[in-house]
């Protein structure tokens, strides 16, 4: 593995940052980054001590800085340096104001103003965390989507997720041998209801994972691969039945599933309109 320094240099929590490192480093074999996480930059003492590291352990440097003092510290050490310096937002600041016309306010952690959008991601998660596991039944009407399926098919992080872009998400598990709850089976004109599947094989893997964390027995109907394809088949029929929606887990990660569900969202909101 090859190992380098990375610094992450932001006015706000850097949380922007940390995901287009990920995204972009994945996309590359045998690398290690050391990173070095620098959030809430806002004076010249804490933009000194930055400075300071990026000479002590050079390597790449990614910044979210509005301050042009302290962008150009950063660009000055690294060129200094012969650092890459990447302001990784600077492109899509030109391209909207141009397009826009408008100049950019300049203004750190806008993002995370506690506006109207912020309370509906809070009551987003409350919902969740009410309505996880087939809870609160008699509210379920009130959500924006349902998942269901059998254990152990992401139901909960992916409501979880959901909920962290303002999504009002329930899920209900499926229980071998006991019928749904008929509270989900007669929802009319009311949340998107989409089934979560997984192949069975991968899911007697999960299972015996979360078994073997209990430290309980391994050998049980959860985790027979004979009655884990019954159980995914019997979800799958009554998915058919009601007419609701699948996606197959099995090669997602709960990113890619989650986006799928709100375009289903958004799909099912148009046909309402």
């Excluded at 992080?157 to 007669?186: I, M, S, W």
Aim: proline letters at 5%; charged letters at 20%; one cysteine or more.
């Amino acid at each position: 593995m090859k190992a380098f320094h990375l610094h992450l240099v932001s006015d706000a929590t850097g949380e922007t940052l940390h995901s287009v490192a990920r995204a972009c480093l994945v996309q590359f074999e045998g690398v290690e980054p050391v990173e070095h996480v620098w959030s809430m930059i806002r004076t010249p003492g804490q933009m000194e001590k930055v400075v300071a590291a990026i000479e002590a352990h050079p390597g790449v440097v990614l910044y979210t800085l509005v301050n042009a003092s302290f962008r150009q510290s950063l660009n000055d050490i690294c060129r200094r340096l012969q650092l890459p310096c990447i302001s990784v937002l600077d492109p899509v600041f030109i391209a909207l104001g141009s397009y826009l016309g408008l100049q950019v306010r300049g203004q750190p952690g806008r993002q995370h103003v506690m506006d109207a959008e912020y309370f509906s991601r809070i009551d987003a998660m409350h919902f969740a965390i009410a309505h996880d596991d087939g809870q609160m039944l008699e509210t379920i009407h009130q959500a924006d989507v349902i998942l269901v399926g059998v254990s152990r098919t992401s139901k909960t992080p992916t409501c979880q997720y959901l909920a962290n872009r303002g999504v009002k998400a329930a899920n209900v598990p499926l229980v071998p041998g006991a019928n749904p709850p008929p509270e989900l089976l007669a929802l009319k004109n009311g949340p998107i209801v989409v089934g979560l599947t997984k192949d069975p094989g991968r899911l007697v893997q999960v299972r015996r994972n979360r078994v073997r964390m209990l430290s309980q027995d391994e050998e049980t109907d959860y985790t027979d691969l004979e009655l884990v394809k019954e159980e995914v088949a019997s979800a799958r029929r009554l998915f058919a039945r009601q007419g609701w929606p699948v996606i197959d887990v099995t090669r997602r990660s709960i990113e890619e599933t989650a986006a799928s569900i709100m375009g289903l969202i958004q799909q099912n909101h148009e046909r309402k309109e």
